[in-house]
T-cell receptor, first 115, second 117 residues
Framework: GENVEQHPSTLSVQEGDSAVIKCTYS??????FPWYKQELGKRPQLIID?????GEKKDQRIAVTLNKTAKHFSLHITETQPEDSAVYFC??????????????FGRGTSLIVHP | DAGVIQSPRHEVTEMGQEVTLRCKPI?????LFWYRQTMMRGLELLIY????????DSGMPEDRFSAKMPNASFSTLKIQPSEPRDSAVYFC???????????????FGPGTRLTVT
């Protein structure tokens, strides 16, 4: 099955700095890569995603890059703010019976943004 | 839409008791997923349904776990008998799988925090 490795497990930055979280996956059939943000005690929520036919996607201060050949993808957050502090999960997904995409999640990165 | 609804939000029970977690997916969504989240193992997919039919339950840890989806608006995850190692946050998520395409975003419920003593 799919195996997703996520690094680092903890990331501490100063407000205004950039943050980068990296993930690798093993199954070349994976073709959809969402990123979820989970604040303390809350539910995971999708913040950005990328499909395998795209190398980069950007939404305001966040961007995701994908290298299919190397099987790795990354989340970039620029101009970090204290409210960006949360746990971020990457996932590698492939389509399954019935048309759903089934994700395998990384272990998460705890991002701490110091004011 | 109220989003995915889960109940109860918190459950404390004694080892050996039966536990039933409930989920109402977003109206119109036809895929439903049950996850378990722990510090040790992260976010694990237990089972998912498509059009109320269980598709893959390979993530269900043991026979003590069972899940049902009797209709499009309701699902249960049952643990019988419960054990302390079942303590975790259990999330339900739903998404829309198109007949001619594939779904993407999963919408998570608020979770049920289960503590088994």
């Amino acid at each position: 099955g799919e195996n997703v490795e996520q690094h680092p497990s903890t990331l501490s930055v100063q407000e205004g700095d950039s943050a980068v979280i990296k993930c690798t996956y093993s199954d070349s059939a994976s073709n959809y890569f969402p990123w979820y943000k989970q604040e303390l005690g809350k539910r995971p929520q999708l913040i950005i995603d990328i499909r395998s036919n795209v190398g980069e996607k950007k939404d305001q201060r966040i961007a995701v890059t994908l290298n299919k050949t190397a099987k790795h993808f990354s989340l970039h957050i620029t101009e970090t703010q204290p409210e960006d502090s949360a746990v971020y999960f990457c996932a590698a997904s492939k389509s399954a019976s019935g048309g759903s995409y089934i994700p395998t999640f990384g272990r998460g990165t705890s991002l701490i943004v110091h004011p | 839409d109220a989003g995915v609804i889960q109940s109860p939000r918190h459950e404390v029970t004694e080892m050996g008791q039966e536990v039933t977690l409930r989920c109402k997916p977003i109206s119109g969504h036809n895929s439903l997923f049950w996850y378990r989240q722990t510090m040790m193992r992260g976010l694990e997919l237990l089972i998912y349904f498509n059009n109320n039919v269980p598709i893959d339950d390979s993530g269900m840890p043991e026979d003590r776990f069972s899940a049902k989806m009797p209709n499009a608006s309701f699902s249960t995850l049952k643990i019988q008998p419960s054990e302390p190692r079942d303590s975790a946050v259990y999330f339900c998520a739903s998404s829309l799988a198109w007949a001619s395409g594939s779904s993407y975003e999963q919408y998570f419920g608020p979770g049920t925090r289960l503590t088994v003593t």
